[in-house]
């Protein structure tokens, strides 16, 4: 029989041994440096001060209190440093604050008063010659300096990750792989089978991250304490408590596995003859190379880029602290302090019940906007004082319109849009330049509908389509030939395609964001990108790494415990999964040249780095898919197929990476041992791609009637394919060069590419010229450019109600209620994601599946007037062969 949990009341009274913010639920961690690290944080923090005042005049704790206050910690956090800041020497502390400086000097993460703090001290000769005269100033260094080795200098990092490790701790064990595999199997089954379904569901891996831990406590209480030993060591089925550790394993899996491979798209439109009629896209053969290819490729390009995105500190990667905190937050607390709020009230509920009640409230009240009273979730109430009112509804309205409404969400699940990040997750700072991107943006949707600019007046202002020039959507089939390119004569018979004016401003915010983010990374990052590759390139040849500037930090000195996974294995990874790829292209008639797996690698090699440096510091990801089609299209202009080739290997492997490192970092935060992270994730991601591509050969080889749009059983009607595929004929069979080529219709929007460097120009140079304005270092020019892709179909509403939710926790509470802020901040938005995951899923299996439907007001008010079809501020007249735009003949 396995072992059981503690009683919770005998832990609270037996006397223990200090562990570093550990619980009963997992083994206890030693820290080779500190012993100390369990208390829980006690006081927040005060306003800054600024005063620097001789020894003297200062005793012991007025000292730790103005660092407490000029640090932004909390006072338990400088009480544990205290102990290692006596272990400095002043040239140590200088030495290593330069340090400091040189890598976090632009960092928006990073408070201004330590920052000015920093300087003060390395740009004071006389702090170093005659110290006696600044002891309240280099103490207060000693202890940023003990607070950065020995933790972390980010207070959110502190408040969700332990800085203490036992490598005794059970990780990769018999119980985790089976929970692991089976949790990954049911995803990708789950997933690739709904994925087509109208509605279509998607079970997200916060889902499995909860249902792990119920089966590993299953599995621990129920399971005999039975295995065998290899070469020395013992696998047995319970090897005590199910662990931190075999839990965030299961977790990794999960979030490799979840997502069915993007390639799964582009094989619906290759496959249906109503689109390109390849037959042979329907083999597993043919799927299986590619989807291999282009997840591996991902995995391959993470773990080179391992110095770059997960070892350095400053990558916090917001949205994995959110993963740790559910982790953290579903075992129970040994050591559960109270702390202050608002009024002076004690909190004194431990995180395991908190998760639970936010995570119980949160899957009851989803019910209400989400099925009883769906006119919650898109709350357009400006809208229904006249529906019928064009402006008003242009303005204000949810659906249709540009959504500018003071509360327009009584939904957390409208505030997850962007990837699944909610407020509370990333920065305060991200939020709101987005916001200020997406309404400054805003006005010039507004004027190029209200003055018809390219014709933007007849069409919808904020739609996503693509229109004909009779303002109906796109016909994409109408322009394609029997040999799968462009019918020349059919395309000048019909129409170019038109964009509304959201789309127009969203193109022209992609092209500023792409070169905007390869210069903000020049500018701000070039030292640390410079040093991480010389390291990275002496790896490679076998050579000790290069010196590098990363400031110390304990998680990569606790991580040294384990063996690292050797550079040449992710080497091998990129190569055979590069070489899959080839061979899926070359050996089937997909009518592209394997040359394009090389040219996507290439895209994907020159922005990993910058993508995923911004992801790591802001919790915002760039996609590369509007610049990989650009490109893509204009390199193999006509033909679409090879078009989504360049894609999938530019943008969708760039992504990939992207998420394998944000894995990466989960189990650099738990102390997963590296080679048994990079196992399980390997396995599950060829557990994944093999069920996803054999349920997709089963759908289309045995499922009679799929995709067809009145007679699919199971309302399975491929419903995102006619999107992708006008997509593809798009940027692929029309071409960017007519599009935006000399005489195109938008060809004035590549303004977009030299206005994303000038912006982050404009911002850098201000940013050094007033160097001490606080509020222009919070000033992130990359995602300042970011919400302007905001649009089509999004819009205001989406965004507005997350600037408030944000200021409140991460300005009001963060500042003033640093010790509950630490204690509940993640944890609530963890239960409220993961809530949210099995309410979706109760109500799709339990209501929509069998078509229970309620209708009266609260459902279908916003399905009246301009909300349920758009108002146009321009309408062609009854004759049918009026149309706008370029006349017939005249555009080529």
């Not at 889902?207 to 047995?236: A, C, M, N, W």
């Not at 042979?280 to 770059?308: D, M, P």
């Not at 004909?468 to 019918?487: H, T």
């Not at 990569?556 to 992710?570: G, I, T």
Request: proline letters at 5%; aromatic letters at 14%.
């Amino acid at each position: 029989m396995g072992n059981t949990t503690e009683d919770p009341e005998k832990s609270q009274w037996e006397p223990v041994a200090p562990r570093a913010r550990d619980t009963p639920d997992s083994e206890p961690s030693v820290s080779p440096q500190s012993s100390s690290a369990g208390r829980e944080r006690q006081r927040p923090y005060g306003n800054e001060r600024g005063s620097d005042q001789a020894a003297g005049a200062l005793d012991e704790e007025a000292i730790l209190e103005n660092a407490e206050d000029n640090l932004h910690v909390t006072e338990d956090d400088l009480l544990e440093a205290r102990a290692f800041a006596a272990q400095y020497t002043l040239e140590e502390v200088k030495l290593l604050m330069q340090k400091v400086h040189k890598v976090h000097r632009h960092d928006p993460n990073l408070p201004l008063s330590v920052v000015k703090r920093i300087e003060e001290f390395i740009g004071n000769d006389s702090v170093f010659t005659h110290p006696q005269k600044h002891q309240a100033l280099i103490r207060e260094m000693k202890l940023e300096a003990a607070l950065i080795t020995n933790s972390s200098p980010y207070a959110e990092v502190r408040a969700i990750v332990e800085s203490a490790d036992d490598p005794n701790t059970p990780c990769s064990t018999i119980r985790a792989w089976f929970i692991g595999l089976l949790l990954s199997f049911a995803l990708a089954f789950v997933n690739q089978l709904f994925s087509i379904r109208l509605p279509s569901i998607i079970v997200l891996s916060n889902v499995t991250q909860l249902l792990g831990y119920l089966l590993g406590k299953l599995l621990e209480y129920f399971l005999p304490d039975v295995g065998i030993t290899i070469l020395g060591v013992r696998h047995s089925l319970n090897p005590g408590r199910f662990s931190k550790k075999e839990h965030m394993l299961i977790t990794m899996m999960a979030n490799v596995s979840f997502s069915p491979p993007y390639t799964n798209n582009l094989i619906w439109i290759q496959y249906l003859p109503t689109y390109f009629n390849q037959s042979f896209a329907g083999t597993f053969g043919y799927q299986i190379l590619v989807g291999l290819s282009t997840n591996f490729i991902g995995y391959g390009l993470a773990g080179l880029a391992r110095r770059f995105l997960v070892y350095p500190s400053y990558c916090v990667w917001p949205t994995s602290l959110v993963t740790v905190a559910l982790n953290t937050s579903l075992r129970r607390e040994l050591n559960n302090k109270s702390v202050e709020g608002p009024g002076g009230i004690r909190f004194r509920a431990s995180r395991r019940f908190f998760f639970a009640t936010s995570f119980s409230a949160m899957v009851v009240y989803f019910f209400l906007p989400n099925y009883l009273w769906t006119s919650l979730s898109n709350f357009s109430w400006m809208s229904w004082i006249d529906p019928l009112n064009r402006d008003l509804n242009t303005i204000t309205g949810f659906n249709t319109g540009l959504g500018l409404n003071p509360w327009p969400t009584f939904d957390w699940n409208i505030l997850l849009w962007d990837n699944n990040v909610d407020p509370l997750m990333i920065p305060f700072f991200s939020t709101f330049n987005k916001f200020i991107g997406a309404f400054c943006s805003m006005f010039v949707v507004l004027a190029l509908w209200y003055t018809n600019a390219y014709n933007t007046a007849y069409l919808p202002i904020n739609s996503s389509r693509f229109y004909d020039n009779q303002a109906f959507q796109y016909s994409a089939s109408r322009v394609v030939g029997e040999d799968r390119m462009l019918d020349h004569e059919a395309y000048e018979d019909y129409s170019p395609p038109f964009i509304s004016a959201g789309n127009i401003v969203l193109f022209l915010s992609y092209f500023a964001l792409y070169t905007a983010l390869l210069t903000w990374v020049i500018l701000y990052h070039r030292r640390e990108i410079v040093t991480a590759a010389k390291s990275l390139w002496a790896s490679i040849r076998g050579k000790s790494e290069a010196e590098t500037v990363r400031v110390p930090d304990v998680h990569n000195r606790l991580m040294e415990s384990y063996r690292e996974v050797p550079d040449w294995w992710f080497i091998v990874i990129l190569v055979v999964a590069a070489a899959l790829g080839i061979a899926g292209i070359a050996a089937y008639e997909t009518d592209t040249t394997p040359g394009v797996v090389f040219y996507g690698i290439a895209l994907a090699l020159i922005f990993i780095i910058p993508v995923g440096l911004l992801k790591a510091m802001t919790g915002i990801e760039v996609t590369l898919n509007v610049l990989a089609e650009l490109i893509g299209g204009a390199m193999v202009e006509g033909n679409a197929i090879s078009m989504n080739y360049f894609k999938t290997f530019g943008y969708v492997t760039c992504a990939q990476a992207i998420r394998f490192s944000n894995n990466l970092k989960l189990g650099h935060y738990v102390k997963v041992p590296p080679r048994q992270s990079f196992a399980a994730q390997v396995a599950a991601t060829l557990l994944s791609t093999l069920v996803c591509t054999g349920v997709q050969v089963y759908q289309m080889n045995k499922i009679p009637n799929v995709c067809d749009e009145i007679d699919a059983p199971m309302k399975l009607f491929c419903w995102n394919v006619d999107v992708i595929f006008t997509s593809s004929v798009f940027w692929g069979t029309i071409g960017p060069r007519r599009i935006w080529g000399p005489g195109g219709l938008y060809t004035a929007t590549l303004v977009g590419f030299p206005l994303g460097v000038v912006t982050v120009l404009v911002i850098y140079f201000l940013s050094t010229k007033f160097s001490r304005w606080t509020w222009l270092r919070q000033v992130h020019p990359v995602v300042l450019v970011y919400g302007g892709i905001l649009w089509a179909p999004y819009n205001m509403s989406y965004l507005w109600p997350a600037v408030p939710i944000s200021w409140l926790s991460w300005i009001y509470f963060k500042k003033r209620f640093l010790d509950l802020w630490s204690k509940y901040n993640f944890t609530l938005s963890a239960a409220f994601s993961t809530g949210i995951g099995i309410s979706s899923i109760i109500i799709y299996f339990t209501l929509q599946w069998f078509e229970v439907k309620i209708d009266w007001w609260g459902v279908s008010v916003n399905s009246r007037g301009c909300e349920a079809t758009p108002c146009v501020l321009k309408k062609l007249g009854e004759l049918t062969t009026e149309y706008f735009g370029p006349r017939i003949g005249e555009f080529h």
